[in-house]
């Protein structure tokens, strides 16, 4: 059996629901409407009953409607050739019954032929009886037959013509739907329209009106009208939601009208689609600021958002519900919108925009911002604000524990979430750790005292709770850390506070762990507070205390009072103080070179009251005699130093470079000897030993943890100093590192390389003569605003020298044979000099052009030469000689001009006052080359004034 498509046009299940009526009359039979519309055979026969004779009538009993009994009754009806009435009814009816037939069988093997045969009698009585009044039923049924067959084509212009010829047909409602439905199948959306604008017209008229309605919407839909849609589906929603202004989208669509909650859906559905198809929530805004709000407006958002993150957009579904927000900012659903544009964030993994939006929540939606007007804050919006306030906070808190140094504005930001949580939730259980927690940021915030400020109050403003101690702990640390970031002049008053904290904690917790460690800790605040006797009594607390304190607070305590006693000079009782210290400091502990450092203390005061006496001499020997009283006590390296500085001083400068020696190979590591061979340089610059010095110099230029300018300073002594001393071997090398190390200030970086350029001269390099006559005018040439007279003058030499070199060069390459690969390298060293001198000559420096102008005709007439003298075939004939000699002259001349015309260049410059060697050579080179012209002297003015 074949399943016969119908009009399923969609995959949604309430477009088929709104074809009910156009399927139920497709399958179901003759549509009653069609039946109202034909008379009955009893009608027709009564009109002119048959004689007896041609139509024997028997009675019999009822029986149950038997179609393809009804059709062969029928056809023998037709077989009696009644009247043309009755003929065209029974046909009608005969073609109505299989077409009745196939729907019911659902179509099989021999449907095509049963609605063939239909279709043909159908076509048959329209042209047989064109102007019978029925044919609107006819047409009716023959576009259903059509339809059945799959002609859906035929079946759209078979209604037409219905509709057309019969407008006031009572089928005109239902053939206007049908073909609209077709239309709508066929993807003819705007035709489809317009049909279903037709029924919708009808309204009572026809029990099409509501699915008409729907699919007008859906067409209007698929034609990309999606105000228009939107408008048509609002009618809908209007009619079939609850009355009143509906706020929450599950009640009101449960609400409907019975058996309407799905078109509610769709209606909505497609109502989102439309929008988002305009761009989301902006276009909701847009079209509600056009047309007005619906009264179930939130409905629309709430459908809209929700499309959209069922399918997965999660951006554009916060959009949409954002937009509810922006356009309704005070609207008692606002908050609900904007938990659902977190909601949506949250889903699509966008982290950054759920905390952005969350912010949003907790600060429009605070109990003190402007939407609540004064009055209060909901419970299911506090409940929000809660949460979202502890997740702010710890966002915020890990994001900057994430990178301290460049986010630490994020613990303040923190900070102000955990505060307003303390100040909207007072009473809230997580008071004393988001108290703690609030006071953690500030800390890390670099609000230090407040920060300190708050772990007093988790300290001691709560009952006892689980971070009591851990609080008061931390507020003493955190007064202590403000302690060393407040001002100088403020600083005391801090330490004070630290003192009491710490103080307070001693009282309050007897039997705290740190107890001890924080008493240590104040009366070394205390001794810093020049509150001498009190710190002196808070040591003595911690060395009674019972039970005892750990050795190691024991010597702190030591320490304290001996630096107590030793700061009001009584250098005896501070020894003794030290001594006990260092009684309780292990051999092999790490703090005790800090103790023998303390004791080393007392002789070094010695060393500094001598020295402050003017008793150089004496310091000295103080300062000395301390590293054989305590040979590892941490302050020896500054004693023997302080000694060498009093040599310097002293300008004993043998005896203060052995013991600067000294030092350097006693403390290698010491972070003194970058000043101890700055010292030391200086002591063997003023001891006159030149190779010395630069050695030391040396060292400091290499040194990283020198500042720029002193390792710029130093690599050029270097450099200097061994030049001083006359050895090369080690001048070359630093004047190449300090170029290297240090190309600015260009004066200094140009000398250095003009340095390395005599060098090189002097040690016949001339390899790297030329690099380094090429550093300089390079250097000169990526100078831009640096460039002074000074360098552009030392590049254009270098440019003369290079030329001369490359001249040099040239002139040792002969024109051998075979010429054509001997003359390339002779003309390529040519232009390379042309090329050198004529840069040299760019500079504008008279004394360099004139040098260059020479050195260039001098070259010209070389290569003249070399032509000229190059070498001969050997298989020439006397004639061919000839030739040849003379060809070569030919080739020889224009080089011969360019060297006159370089040197006439150089004659034309004394009228302009400049006349130099340059000049002179040129003039002398002239009077070799063309004698006739320039061999005379009395014909000179007459020259002068041809080469003006």
């Not at 609605?115 to 259903?144: F, H, I, W």
């Not at 902006?282 to 993150?309: I, M, T």
């Not at 000074?790 to 002139?811: D, F, H, M, N, Y």
């Not at 003309?827 to 000099?833: I, M, P, S």
Request: include cysteine.
């Amino acid at each position: 059996m074949r399943l016969r498509p119908l009009l399923s046009v969609s995959a949604h299940p309430l477009i088929g629901a709104a074809s009910a009526a156009l399927l139920l009359s497709a399958c179901g039979g003759t549509p009653a409407v069609v039946k109202d519309a034909a008379p009955s055979i009893r009608e027709t026969i009564k009109k002119e009953q048959p004689a007896a004779q041609k139509l024997h009538i028997q009675r019999s009993d009822p029986v149950a409607p038997d179609p393809d009994k009804a059709i062969a009754n029928y056809k023998k009806l037709l077989e009696l050739a009644p009247d043309d009435a009755t003929r065209a009814e029974a046909m009608r009816r005969m073609a109505d019954l299989q077409v009745q037939t196939d729907d019911l069988k659902g179509g099989g093997d021999d449907s095509a032929a049963q609605l063939a045969k239909s279709m043909g009698t159908y076509e048959q009585l329209l042209k047989e009886r064109p102007g019978d009044p029925n044919n609107d039923r006819v047409l009716y049924q023959l576009a259903r037959a059509q339809q059945n067959s799959g002609d859906t084509d035929g079946a759209i212009k078979t209604l037409a013509k219905l509709n057309s010829e019969f407008p006031q047909s009572k089928l005109g409602g239902d053939a206007h739907f049908r073909r609209a439905e077709l239309l709508f199948v066929r993807e003819r959306f705007t035709e489809a329209e317009g049909e279903y604008r037709i029924v919708m017209d009808l309204r009572e008229a026809t029990p099409f009106y509501e699915p008409a309605q729907y699919k007008y919407g859906w067409s209007l839909y698929r034609q990309a009208k999606y105000d228009a849609a939107i408008g048509n589906f609002f009618e809908v929603l209007d009619r079939e939601l609850p009355p009143g202004e509906l706020k929450d989208s599950e009640a009101a669509v449960s609400a409907a009208k019975k058996g309407k909650s799905d078109l509610v859906k769709d209606s909505l559905r497609v109502v989102s689609l439309s929008l988002a198809a305009q761009g989301g929530g902006v276009a909701a805004n847009e079209y509600f600021q056009k047309h007005g709000d619906a009264r179930f407006f939130p409905l629309v958002y709430d459908a809209l958002g929700k499309l959209l993150l069922e399918r997965e957009r999660y951006t554009d579904a916060a959009e949409a519900f954002a937009a509810f927000t922006q356009r309704y900012p005070t609207h008692a659903l606002a908050p609900v919108f904007q938990s659902q544009v977190i909601t949506a964030y949250e889903q699509g993994g966008f982290r950054d925009l759920v905390i952005r939006e969350k912010e949003r929540y907790a600060t429009v939606y605070d109990p003190q911002a402007a939407y609540w007007s004064g009055r209060p804050a909901t419970e299911a919006v506090l409940t929000e604000l809660r949460k979202h306030m502890e997740d702010l906070a710890r966002h915020y808190h890990a994001l900057a524990q994430s990178d301290k140094a460049k986010r630490q504005g994020d613990f303040l930001v923190a900070a102000k979430w955990y505060q307003r949580i303390l100040e909207v939730f007072p009473t809230d259980p997580k008071a004393p750790e988001i108290n703690m927690l609030f006071a953690d940021a500030l800390l890390d915030g670099g609000k230090t005292q407040q920060a300190a400020e708050q772990y007093a109050r988790t300290a001691y403003d709560y009952k006892p709770h689980p971070k009591t101690a851990d609080a008061a702990l931390a507020s003493f640390q955190a007064y202590e850390k403000h302690a060393k970031e407040v001002p100088a002049a403020q600083r005391p008053a801090a330490l004070r506070l630290a003192v009491d904290s710490g103080v307070k904690l001693a009282d309050r917790f007897e039997y705290h762990p740190e107890k001890l460690k924080v008493l240590t800790q104040a009366a070394e605040d205390l001794y810093e507070l020049k509150a001498l006797d009190e710190a002196i009594g808070v040591a003595q607390r911690v060395l009674t205390n019972k039970p005892s304190a750990t050795s190691d607070l024991q010597r702190i305590a030591y320490s304290v009072i001996g630096d107590s006693q030793f700061a009001q000079k009584r250098y005896p009782e501070a020894e003794a103080a030290f001594a006990s210290e260092l009684k309780l400091t292990a051999a092999n502990a790490p703090q005790r070179r800090e103790v023998s450092d303390q004791l080393a203390a007392s002789i070094y005061k010695q060393g500094e009251e001598a020295r402050a006496a003017g008793n150089l001499r004496g310091a000295v020997g103080h300062f000395l005699r301390l590293g054989e009283v305590v040979p590892d006590a941490g302050i020896r390296p500054n004693a023997e130093y302080d000694a060498a500085s009093s040599l310097v001083d002293m300008e004993d400068w043998p005896t203060a470079a052995k013991t600067l020696e000294n030092f350097r190979t006693r403390f290698p590591s010491n972070n003194l000897v970058p000043d101890v061979d700055k010292k030391l340089a200086m002591s063997y610059q003023k001891d006159n030993k030149p190779a010395q010095a630069a050695g030391a110099y040396a060292r400091i230029a290499q040194r990283q943890t020198e500042s720029p300018q002193v390792r710029q300073e130093a690599a050029w002594l270097t450099a200097t100093l061994y030049d001083e001393a006359k050895l090369p071997a080690q001048s070359g090398p630093a004047y190449q590192s300090y170029v290297g190390a240090f190309p600015r200030p260009l004066d200094r970086s140009m000398q250095a390389r003009n340095r390395l350029v005599e060098i090189a001269r002097d040690g016949r390099n001339s390899e790297q003569e030329l690099f380094w006559l090429r550093e300089i005018v390079n250097a000169d040439a990526a100078a831009g605003g640096e460039r002074t007279d000074a360098t552009r003058a030392l590049a254009a030499k270098s440019s003369l020298e290079i030329g001369r070199l490359s001249a040099a060069q040239a002139k040792t390459l002969r024109i051998t044979l075979p010429i054509e690969k001997s003359l390339p390298a002779k003309q390529k060293a040519v232009e390379a000099a042309i090329q050198s001198f004529n840069r040299a000559g760019t500079y504008g420096f008279a004394d360099v052009t004139t040098a260059a102008t020479y050195e260039l005709g001098v070259l010209q007439q070389d290569f003249a030469k070399s032509l000229s003298d190059s070498e001969r075939p050997r298989n020439l004939s006397g004639l061919e000689l000839e030739q040849y000699n003379l060809l070569l002259e030919e080739q020889a001349f224009p080089f011969e001009e360019k060297a006159i015309e370089a040197h006439e260049s150089n004659l034309r410059r004394i009228p302009q006052g400049i006349y130099d060697e340059w000049v002179a050579k040129s003039y002398k080179a002239l009077a070799q080359i063309a004698p006739g012209k320039y061999a005379k002297r009395e014909q000179g003015e007459e020259i002068y004034e041809t080469l003006r």
